[in-house]
């Protein structure tokens, strides 16, 4: 067998002498031994996917929609593309792409933790996650009961810290950093306030609460906006060929050096 892709598919889960691999991840690894020699050929890149959960207490959570549909698809186009993938997931309903290294995680302060770790040596981050932005402050180890308050229960929540600023203050001379805005109105003017204030050099632009885009859905409808770059608004398209426009973007910004 072609030995790059042999060393693919022996890396793979359920690997043994006279198991065949699954269908999937044979299709990948030739798509992957096919489709390299791009800018993402031998790249590092690090993806946030899914939602994180927050706990309440010892049963409950604060969590999200997200099904990690969308993060799953961009780290598995750029495994096809030659890099090597690192996904930082949350709770996702999804199954992970073939050869990309996995590093589940529940809550935002994990996410956080396991992202720094991780993008000062990536040449390119995607944070595609839908991470909450508070947390109970005191998450009770209990479950609360019924009849702890008469009418109304109330839970402090504190900020949890903004992980792709954190990350973008660590990313090295060359690489990019891309986000996700997720939106109720005024999508475009919301976005590029975001691509500024979180440092990305790119970031997509998709609505809440539409039936075939945003969370939980196989297609997305997305506006792209750079620095230096006018909007770019796509049609309805699935999740997968969505990731392969966003990664035509960042292949470009990587072949003109990156972040300075
Ligand atoms: O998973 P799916 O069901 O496929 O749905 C995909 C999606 C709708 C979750 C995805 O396309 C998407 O929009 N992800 C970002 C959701 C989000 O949290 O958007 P935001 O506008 O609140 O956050 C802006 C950016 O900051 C995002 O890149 C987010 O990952 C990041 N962020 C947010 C909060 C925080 N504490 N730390 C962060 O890094």
Not at 103 to 111: D, F, K, P, Q, S
């Amino acid at each position: 067998m072609w030995a790059p892709l042999r060393d693919d598919l022996r890396r793979g889960r359920g690997g043994g002498p006279g198991r065949m691999a699954e269908p999937g991840a044979i299709v990948d690894a030739v798509g992957r031994a096919l489709g390299g020699g791009g800018a993402l050929d031998g790249a590092r890149v690090v993806v946030t996917a899914g939602p994180t959960r927050e706990a309440v207490d010892a049963v409950r959570f604060v969590g999200n929609r997200s099904s990690g549909k969308m993060g799953y698809a961009l780290a598995r186009t750029s495994w096809l593309r030659g890099a090597e993938v690192t996904l930082i997931t949350g709770p996702a309903a999804v199954a992970a792409p073939y050869g990309v290294k996995v590093r589940g995680v529940e809550t935002a302060l994990e996410m956080r933790d396991a992202v720094l770790a991780e993008v000062g040596e990536a040449d390119v981050a995607i944070h595609a996650a839908a991470v909450a932005d508070y947390r109970p402050v005191s998450p009770s180890a209990d479950k609360i009961k019924r009849g702890v308050a008469e009418e109304e229960l109330i839970v402090r929540m504190v900020a949890n810290p903004d992980i792709a600023t954190e990350s973008a203050r660590l990313m090295k001379a060359g690489s990019v950093s891309a986000g996700f805005a997720l939106e109720t109105a005024d999508l475009v003017e919301r976005a590029g306030e975001k691509l500024a204030a979180k440092g990305f050099d790119l970031i997509v632009a998709n609505r809440a609460g539409e039936a075939d885009a945003g969370f939980d859905t196989d297609t997305n409808r997305v506006t792209i906006l750079g620095r230096d770059m006018p909007p770019r608004q796509l049609p309805l398209m699935s999740k997968f060929a969505v990731a392969g426009s966003i990664m035509d973007l960042i292949e470009d910004r990587l072949r003109q050096g990156g972040r300075g």
